[in-house]
Structure formats: C-alpha cells, structure tokens
C-alpha cells in the first residue's frame, strides 16, 4: 500500500470519527464553521460525483478505442489517482455532512443520507485498497502475455479473443481480468448511484 493509500486510508476514518463524535473531532459549532462544511460538502460532492461519472460511463468507452497495450497504460496511469480523487472527495462529503447533521440528532432522511454517503465511501475505499491493486496486477501479466504472443497492439479484443480459444493460459487470464474489472465496475456503479441519490435529496432543498 502506497502512502497516498494509507493518507486516504486514515482520511476515511477520520471521517467516520466525525460521524460518530463530530464535536469532538471538529470542536464547536460557529457560523463561519457551519458555512465552511456546507461549502465543503457541496464542493467534495460534486467532484466525488464527476470523478464516478467518469469512472462508471466516459472513461471505458473511451479506452475501448485505443489499442490494448495502449488502453492497459492508460488505466494504469490514471485509474489509481481517480479513485485516490474519488475516495478523498467522498470522505471530505461525508465529514462534513456528519458535521452539519450529527448521526444521534440526525432526522430519519437525514440518516438515510448519511448511509448513502458511507456506501459511497466503503465502494470507493474497496475499490482503491482492494480491487484496482488486484487488477493492476493481473493487467501488467496480461500485457506482458500479450507481449509475448505478438498481439496487443491493434484496436479492439478480436485477436486476443481468437487466440483465446487455442490458449488456456491466455483465456484463465482474460477470465480473471473481466470478474475484477467486473467488481470494480460493480461498486463504482454502487457509489455513483449513491451520491445521485444525495444528490436528488440536495436538489430538494434548494430554493432557486
């Protein structure tokens, strides 16, 4: 585990320290420090939200238009920090909505959105820690395979596919990549659909 892993790592619990004790953890309340978490809440909300709207619906079909060996490097340079980014915003959001809406005083709403944000914040804290370490991994063996077998450079899956089906090591490895990509999919879809949810509660109080 990188340090930007452990920092975000003991971010998340600092946030579940607001959760449970937020005077505690931020002291008083004051407007100057309720107008700063509003602010934070929105600001860490919106990017948590681009950063899993990116993530969930642009990035892939974006990726699917680049050679293999090309598409694997890219997520490898970028797919760890938009989680990093993702996970912090998250935590920060969390926080601050803990602050504003303590879970002992909170509403019965106001609990759910404080459940929705912990979802949110537990999917992008598996998919950091857990699921794209493990599909880094398995991608880096996977190119190197590929590597090894002269495909990789041409757009699209049709000569890996093809090749596949004479090569059980290739099509083991293929198998392994798509169930972690697809968990990692999975709970990046969970946390988005989270913070939409929050989201649509937000729009609700808004008075434009």
Known sequence: MGWAARFLTAVS??????????DAVLGGRSGGA???????????LATAWGAGLWVTFIGGSIM?????SSRDTLRHRTLPS?????LAAAATSLAAFAYLHPWKTSSTIEGYQLGFLIV???????NLLVFTPMAMKVMMKKYKMEKDLGIGTEVGFSRNLELAKT?????AMNWKFRM???FSSLVSAISFGSL???????ASKLDL
């Open 13 to 22: 619990f600092l946030a579940a320290g607001v959760l449970f004790a937020p």
């Open 34 to 44: 309720v107008a700063a978490a509003k602010l934070a809440h929105l600001l860490s």
């Open 64 to 68: 699917s238009n680049r050679a293999s």
């Open 82 to 86: 938009l989680f990093g980014i993702d």
């Open 120 to 126: 949110a914040l537990g999917c992008d804290l598996s």
């Open 167 to 171: 090569n059980p090591a290739l099509a």
């Open 180 to 182: 972690i990509h697809g």
């Open 196 to 202: 939409a949810i929050h989201s649509w509660y937000l």
